[in-house]
């Protein structure tokens, strides 16, 4: 499965608030964390601000955050199955979203 969350926020959260979230998203649908969110900071010159991404890697797969300016995107691949309501909630409500897109890929290993 591949859940998309998309969304604005009036503001972001705290660099830590926001790493910290992502294994607690973890747990929450049932995979297992795999070492520490992994951080990456990047700059646009031409917007004069910083963006972030972070990623936790899961044993399922993975969890990634994209935050820049108002906009966020929260990425959840998985190679068993969870609950999308549950995830979508969650980011939801910890993000402080609105204005959410929500797309739902159906993924499968070719064999």
């Known amino acids: 499965m591949h859940l998309?969350?998309?969304g604005t926020v009036a503001e972001q959260l705290p660099d830590?608030?926001?790493i910290?979230?992502?294994p607690e998203l973890a747990l929450l649908i049932g995979m297992t964390p795999v070492g520490p969110v992994h951080i990456q900071y990047f700059?646009?010159?031409q917007h004069k601000e910083l963006g972030i991404s972070a990623v936790q890697f899961l044993a399922q797969s993975h969890?990634?955050?994209n935050y820049f300016?108002?906009?966020i995107g929260v990425d959840i691949f998985s190679c068993n199955s969870f609950n999308v309501y549950t995830a979508t909630g969650f980011c939801v409500i910890r993000f402080k979203m609105d204005r959410i897109k929500v797309t739902l890929l159906d993924r499968k290993f070719i064999t």
């Open 4 to 6: 998309i969350v998309d």
């Open 20 to 22: 910290a979230v992502l």
């Open 16 to 18: 830590s608030e926001a």
């Open 43 to 45: 700059d646009l010159p």
């Open 69 to 71: 300016r108002n906009s």
């Open 63 to 65: 969890i990634i955050l």
